[in-house]
């Protein structure tokens, strides 16, 4: 194994357990990464505010590719990127997803907006019970609605009010279903339109962005800035949002959980997400990078 420099990685269903939050094991390989001069980051479909709700729990500050893409964060929180949805696309995706009946957020530069309070609440509590389906219920319920305010979502009637106005970018929608032949559907009729880029982060979910919001085409922006070489990236991922960040770097590495597309696009293979798969694969490749 070559020399790494950087390390990239996925949040959900990678870097995070099945609780939704990183490892004592994870954050100490972390850290010893970048004790030895590993750049590091996170590449995430969450928005800052969401990511920051996780990893400010164990004390991890660094740079952040966020929405997949749609926006580049330095380790203070500065945006070095973004890209956004024009006001007509954003209402031809709205009206699409409206159709269908699906329950969708908002992400934009303004925060997140939700027409729905109690639909996102259960949204959000039917992917954490896919995980453990053993979790009790009433106490998921107040830890879904904790993260609810911690991430500021918004609650409006309509989003008329965010389209097109001036100092608000949407970034991304993001719609859930545990319907797959309603999500199938939707990301048919949805990728027959032109400027966006439609994929997902788990079985349960859909997310739309500009075209060119894609974690690959922020990864690249992000090495090219610092005068690194994509030969000298290790990136982790499990589903197809992450799909062209591995399809990039020099060292690819899907979860022993990913999809199995994702694994076949992969260099190397990890643990799983629920057994630190992450801080497996980054403390064999300090090993490797002492002895030679």
Same mark, same amino acid.
Request: glycine share 8%.
């Given at each position: 194994?070559?020399?790494? !420099? ?7 269903? &990678?870097?995070?357990?099945?609780? =939704? ?53 330095? +380790? ?14 954003? +209402? ?10 699906? @329950?969708?957020?908002? @992400? ?5 907006? &939700? ?6 609440? =259960? ?15 009433? !106490?998921?319920?107040?830890?879904? /609605? ?7 979502? !918004? ?6 009010? *965010? ?7 949407? @970034? ?13 559907? *939707?990301?048919?009729?949805? #990728? =027959? ?18 075209? =060119? ?45 990913? +999809? &199995? /597309? ?5 260099? @190397? *293979? ?7 798969? *992450?801080? #497996? ?12």
């Amino acid at each position: 194994m070559t020399l790494i !420099k950087c390390i990239a990685t996925d949040m959900d269903g &990678t870097l995070l357990n099945a609780s =939704q939050e990183v490892s004592e094991e994870n954050k100490l390989a972390i850290q010893a990464a970048r004790e030895q001069g590993i750049d590091f980051l996170v590449a995430t479909g969450r928005s800052y505010h969401d990511l920051r709700y996780v990893l400010d729990k164990v004390d991890i500050r660094c740079p952040a590719i966020c929405l997949n893409g749609a926006e580049i964060r330095d +380790e203070e929180g500065n945006i070095e990127f973004g890209i956004g949805l024009d006001e007509m696309t954003a +209402e031809k995706v709205a009206y699409v997803l409206d159709n269908a009946d699906m @329950y969708y957020e908002l @992400y934009t530069s303004n925060g997140t907006y &939700t027409t729905n309070y109690e639909k996102g609440i =259960q949204a959000v509590m039917d992917i954490y019970l896919t995980a453990n389906p053993s979790i009790e219920v009433s !106490k998921l319920r107040k830890r879904v /609605e904790k993260r609810f305010e911690k991430r500021l979502i !918004k609650i409006v009637n309509d989003f008329d009010g *965010v389209f097109g106005v001036e100092d608000i970018t949407t @970034y991304k929608f993001f719609g859930f279903s545990k319907d797959q032949s309603l999500l199938v559907d *939707v990301s048919k009729r949805l #990728e =027959q339109m032109n400027g966006i880029t439609v994929t997902a982060s788990g079985r349960q979910n859909i997310e739309i962005t500009h075209k =060119q919001a894609k974690k690959g085409n922020a990864l690249r922006r992000y090495v090219e800035k610092r005068g690194l070489s994509l030969k000298e990236i290790m990136a982790f991922g499990d589903n197809y949002n992450d799909l062209s960040m591995l399809e990039l770097v020099g060292h690819s590495v899907a979860m022993g959980n990913a +999809e &199995t /597309e994702i694994k076949d696009a992969c260099r @190397y *293979v990890a643990g799983l997400n629920t057994e630190n798969g *992450v801080a #497996e694969v980054i403390n064999k490749v300090l090993e490797e990078m002492a002895i030679s």
